[in-house]
């Protein structure tokens, strides 16, 4: 017998939010470790990444602690937006828990992707105002001398976020 078999697939905002839920987990161990980002803004930051993933608008986004003097990040996740190919799904977690972050202020840095920018400027102030707050233009912050740690991955369906941990030396 023979015959073709073609799958479908949609990634709904249940899907979004499962996937942003994942990122959650992560940002509630780094306040348990270090005592932020607070509770109220985790659930915000979820938010914004489950609408921005469901449309196809996220590219990246990090969350950590930076030097503001020097705009240098001190530990940074990055969450980079991840379609098809070798999606996984694994468990929020496996942080470092020494980081040298006292004094350096909580910090988060999202860029769109190209469908984003391929957008009017209506469209794109539109769906800016559809996220749960506004985001201010800034330079990103630099990952100069440190350690990488990738490999982690958060998905379901057809789309999900790729996890990397960047720590200063």
Do not use: C
């Not at 479908?8 to 780094?30: C, E, M, N, P």
């Amino acid at each position: 017998m023979t015959g073709t078999y073609a799958r479908s697939a949609s990634f709904t905002i249940t899907d979004a939010r499962y996937v942003g839920a994942k990122v959650g987990a992560d940002l509630r161990l780094l306040h348990n470790y270090y005592g932020k980002p607070s509770l109220d803004d985790i659930e915000e930051y979820v938010d914004e990444v489950a609408l921005l993933l469901r449309d196809g608008y996220l590219d990246t986004v990090d969350y950590g602690f930076r030097d503001s003097g020097t705009n240098a990040w001190k530990l940074r996740l990055r969450y980079k937006a991840t379609l098809g190919g070798q999606l996984t799904d694994g468990r929020p977690g496996s942080l470092p828990r020494a980081a040298e972050v006292s004094g350096h202020s909580f910090y988060s840095y999202l860029t769109y992707s190209q469908k984003f920018h391929a957008l009017s400027s209506a469209e794109q102030t539109k769906v800016k105002e559809a996220l749960p707050f506004p985001r201010q233009g800034a330079p990103a912050p630099s990952a100069l001398s440190g350690t990488y740690t990738a490999g982690q991955g958060y998905a379901r369906n057809v789309a999900g976020v790729t996890r990397d941990v960047y720590v200063a030396f």
